[in-house]
């Protein structure tokens, strides 16, 4: 069973910087896929960001230019550094994780979830 952890949420003022990170344990080996998701109060939950094990990357439009997405596979964690940051922003972020061969778009479904971390940002 593979287990997901975020940290690194808070608040921060519009413009200002957050960095999160997913540690995953589990895993069994293999090609996958891992990705940030948000939620929003009043709203449903739509991806951020994906990247597989191959290192490729995909982004949401509201986040591209301002938002990256990276992994350190030595320690297997998974990070989204956030920068110029919006109140829109605000949000519940998960870490999510599947199995995957080949590209990843952000848009796609995840089978492992984390808890998830809240992201506040004030104007």
């Known amino acids: 069973q593979v287990h997901l952890v975020e940290s690194g949420g808070g608040s921060v003022q519009s413009g200002g910087s957050l960095r999160l990170s997913c540690v995953a344990s589990?895993?069994?080996?293999?090609?996958?896929?891992m990705g940030w998701f948000r939620q929003a109060p009043g709203k449903e939950r739509e991806g951020v960001a994906t990247i597989n094990s191959r290192g490729s990357t995909s982004y949401a439009d509201s986040v591209k230019g301002r938002f990256t997405i990276s992994q350190d596979n030595d320690k297997n964690t998974l990070h989204l550094q956030m920068n110029s940051l919006k109140p829109e922003d605000t949000a519940m972020y998960y870490c999510?994780?599947?199995?995957?061969?080949?590209?990843?778009?952000?848009?796609?479904?995840?089978?492992?979830w984390g808890k998830g971390i809240l992201v506040t940002i004030s104007s």
């Open positions: 999510a994780s599947k199995r995957w061969l080949g590209f990843c778009p952000y848009y796609y479904g995840m089978d492992y």
């Open positions: 589990g895993y069994t080996g293999g090609s996958y896929c």
